[in-house]
């Protein structure tokens, strides 16, 4: 089945040691973007790429970066990650043509 | 800026009851309209897409829009345990927008 895969599916690191989190899909969409819910909150867009063009939000701290090497993957790299960037990361796809978005299972982020 | 806003709840419903949520968003731009329902611990799941003012049915879910008043209910139906959840209303203003989300209403199915 097609489908927005996330891997992996929990991740523990230490303050400031960098991460990477992965997500891939099979859907051949066009726009993969990257949510954080933080406990008991609603969902924050991060940042999306559109093709190759990547979209930051304003809000979102530098030490997020984002890569999209080929339509497949699209890769989260937290740089120094603190104890506020605990959360489960979203990763979801769209179709151009389409409105809804399609979201993985989430990698929840744990920092000791 | 975009705000969505929804009752956080604990909103209890008697199963087969009728739930009634609702959510206003500030962005009289916003274009499409969505809710999501969310497990604990999981991530969203599609539940309904409405883009026109009126009522939209699919099976026991129901969605109404009124964009003049910037207001987008659901109503689910012979409600059962398994409804049991946190339902995220979200919008967008279309194009490549990502969704600006709303806090969610936890949803509790008294059986």
């Known amino acids: 089945d097609a489908m927005v895969i996330q891997n992996p599916r929990y991740q523990v690191t230490q303050f400031g040691k960098p991460v990477t989190l992965s997500c891939s899909q099979t859907l051949n969409h066009n726009v993969m973007y990257w949510y954080q819910q933080k406990s008991s909150q609603a969902p924050k867009l991060l940042f999306h790429?559109?093709?190759?063009?990547?979209?930051n939000e304003a809000d979102t701290p530098d030490n997020f970066q984002s890569r999209r090497p080929n339509t497949s993957f699209c890769f989260l790299d937290i740089r120094s990650p603190g104890l506020g960037d605990a959360a489960m990361y979203l990763c979801?796809?769209?179709?151009?043509?389409?409105?809804?978005?399609?979201f993985g299972p989430g990698t929840r982020l744990l920092v000791l | 800026q975009k705000e969505v806003e929804q009752n956080s709840g604990p909103l209890s419903v008697p199963e087969g009851a009728i739930a009634s949520l609702n959510c206003t968003y500030s962005d009289r731009g916003s274009q499409s309209f969505f809710w999501y329902r969310q497990y604990s611990g999981k991530s969203p799941e599609l539940i309904m897409s409405?883009?026109?003012?009126g009522d939209k049915e699919d099976g026991r879910f129901t969605a109404q829009l009124n964009k003049a008043s910037q207001y987008v209910s659901l109503l689910i139906r012979d409600s059962q345990p398994s409804d049991s959840a946190t339902y995220l209303c979200?919008?967008?203003?279309?194009?490549?927008?990502?969704?600006?989300f709303g806090k969610g209403t936890h949803l509790i199915i008294q059986p």
């Open positions: 790429y559109y093709d190759k063009d990547f979209n």
């Open positions: 979801a796809t769209r179709d151009r043509a389409q409105e809804t978005q399609y």
């Open positions: 409405i883009y026109s003012n």
């Open positions: 979200a919008v967008t203003g279309g194009g490549a927008d990502g969704l600006t």
